[in-house]
């Protein structure tokens, strides 16, 4: 059982056939550490003001800061990474969009215990979604080096496909190691979790994580990142916070407006446009 690492240049092909193979890999030093380095030194005093967790799998010696595209410039170019996009949307495959499910920069300090190992999915009130099909595409983005040692994720490669429900030890999972600038690619289904912090130094990490448009975001977008920062961000990255339509008729705003329009008006389109086509583009073999 081993996570499978990939080089920068492999594509998102690649990192899709994986995640259906084994339900995650790694894209080994896929920007500069001194990206990811200036993303932890913009959140810093954020981090500094965030609490710790109050429950046990929140972490109560781990601090989730979040709303990261109101408070990051950074955040907001590693959101729109280009092979991450074509990845997330190779995995979600079929959909007729997806979106940002949530921003976090998570950092477990020292004595920290393993996470309960999950999926994330989970958080759809533990709706039991067919095998193989993927809800969601999760990206973790090693700030600090991932070490076994200091509480680097914990994965159980091909576990995407068992049962849910499933209860696992630390002790069935692998520790997704890499190096500062790496990004872990996983999917919904997949049980992981973090690792325990075991070393005398923060493991700091980002969380950016996408979903089926059609589903509930976990970080609400529209209320974190307020409408006179909204306003000033590009189209392209405001679609993807949700400023759009979620399928044919999810999200639209009083007279059938795209949410666009509110920031942007003249941008969205008009309307829901037509019912045959969109039941066409839906009616393509879903995996
Ligand atoms: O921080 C990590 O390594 C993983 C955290 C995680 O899986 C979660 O909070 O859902
Ligand atoms: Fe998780």
New binding site residues.
């Given amino acids: 059982m081993r996570i499978e690492h990939l080089d920068r240049d492999s594509g998102a092909e690649a990192v899709v056939a994986l995640l259906a193979r084994d339900g995650c890999c790694v894209v080994d030093r896929l920007v500069p550490p001194a990206l990811l380095a200036g993303l932890a030194a913009e959140l810093e005093p954020w981090l500094a003001a965030t609490p710790p967790g109050i429950d046990g799998?929140?972490g109560r010696r781990?601090r989730?800061t979040g709303g990261l595209l109101a408070r990051s410039p950074i955040a907001r170019e590693l959101v729109q990474h280009p092979l991450v996009l074509a990845a997330v949307k190779g995995v979600l495959d079929g959909a007729t969009s997806f979106q940002l499910h949530l921003t976090?920069l998570?950092a477990?300090d020292p004595g920290e215990p393993c996470?309960a190992i999950?999926r994330?999915q989970w958080a759809f009130d533990f709706f039991p979604f067919p095998r193989g099909y993927e809800v969601q595409c999760n990206t973790?983005w090693a700030i600090d080096a991932f070490t076994a040692e200091n509480?680097?994720?914990?994965v159980i490669p091909g576990s995407h496909r068992q049962d849910d429900g499933l209860r696992f030890e630390e002790a069935d999972s692998v520790a997704a190691e890499m190096d500062p600038g790496s990004v872990l690619f996983y999917g919904g289904a997949i049980y992981?979790?973090?690792?325990a912090n075991r070393s005398a130094a923060t493991r700091r990490?980002l969380?950016l994580t996408y979903a089926r448009a059609w589903l509930r975001q976990e970080e609400n977008q529209y209320l974190s990142v307020p409408r006179e920062i909204a306003r000033e961000l590009p189209e392209p990255l405001l679609r993807l916070m949700g400023y759009a339509r979620g399928a044919y008729a999810l999200g639209y705003v009083d007279d059938l407006r795209d949410p666009l329009e509110v920031l942007r008006p003249g941008a969205g389109g008009a309307g829901l446009g037509d019912l045959a086509s969109a039941q066409e583009r839906a009616a393509r073999p879903r995996r």
């Fill in positions: 799998f929140s781990t989730r976090q998570i477990i996470q999950h994330d973790l509480g680097a994720t914990r992981h979790g973090a690792g990490g969380n």
